[in-house]
């Protein structure tokens, strides 16, 4: 069966600093990957997507980044954090062409 | 431009009554959509979907209605139960259109279901 994990849980970290998160999906090959934001009060929001190794789109202009360096990995990062980047985050997978996404557990930053 | 709509940030209902969820889109490419329960820390969790060839799905005590004309779906939750307390967000997907840009969500509802 497929599963996702992503890491770290829970992070505070000082506006300024770096950012890494990671995820990895277990399970599957070639999935669509996805990193999402969920913002007090605003729903859910697509940051990134990928279709393949290398492959980034990006949804909205923002301070973060992300790679997929291996098929099953995908990570988030950041160089400098601002205040507004505190939310939680959400990896994703779908198999391709089907529209149901498979969410991590979660992480959730809190910028100081 | 907010493409997915769930206008009622929030609902209340009795243990044992229908709790009706309620979302709005605007895009018309949408073909697909789904409803997400989410616990607080913890990733959203599939609850049930609609094709746009249909206008009913129904999974146990959950049933999804889609009126395309209306651009417009709801959840049905038969009866309540205290379990069911969480948010829930709606979204959606175009599917014929390859899907790889993920799912559209709405800012989701929370339900909560009094004893």
């Known amino acids: 069966s497929q599963t996702i994990h992503q890491w770290p849980a829970t992070l505070v970290q000082p506006v300024g600093s770096p950012l890494s998160l990671e995820c990895t999906v277990e399970g599957t090959s070639n999935p669509n990957l996805y990193w999402y934001r969920q913002a007090a009060g605003r729903g859910l929001q697509l940051l990134f997507y990928s279709v393949g190794i290398g492959q980034i789109s990006s949804e909205v202009p923002q301070n973060l980044s992300a790679s997929r360096p291996q098929d099953r990995q995908f990570i988030l990062s950041s160089k400098k954090l601002l205040l507004s980047d505190s939310g939680f985050y959400l990896c994703?997978?779908?198999?391709?062409?089907?529209?149901?996404?498979?969410f991590g557990e979660g992480s959730r930053l809190t910028v100081l | 431009d907010q493409q997915v709509k769930q206008n009622s940030p929030s609902l209340s209902v009795q243990e044992g009554r229908i709790s009706i969820l309620n979302c709005d889109y605007t895009n018309s490419m949408f073909d697909y959509f789904l409803w997400y329960k989410k616990y607080p820390a913890e990733g959203p969790t599939f609850l049930i979907s609609?094709?746009?060839?249909?206008d009913k799905n129904e999974d146990g005590r959950f049933t999804v209605f889609l009126n395309k004309s209306a651009k417009h779906l709801s959840l049905h939750i038969v009866p309540s139960q205290p379990g069911d307390s969480a948010v829930y967000f709606c979204?959606?997907?175009?599917?014929?259109?390859?899907?790889?840009?993920?799912?559209?969500f709405g800012k989701g509802t929370h339900l909560i279901i009094q004893p």
């Open positions: 979204a959606a997907s175009s599917v014929s259109g390859g899907g790889a840009d993920g799912l559209t």
């Open positions: 609609i094709s746009s060839i249909k």
């Open positions: 994703a997978w779908s198999v391709r062409g089907v529209g149901e996404l498979f």
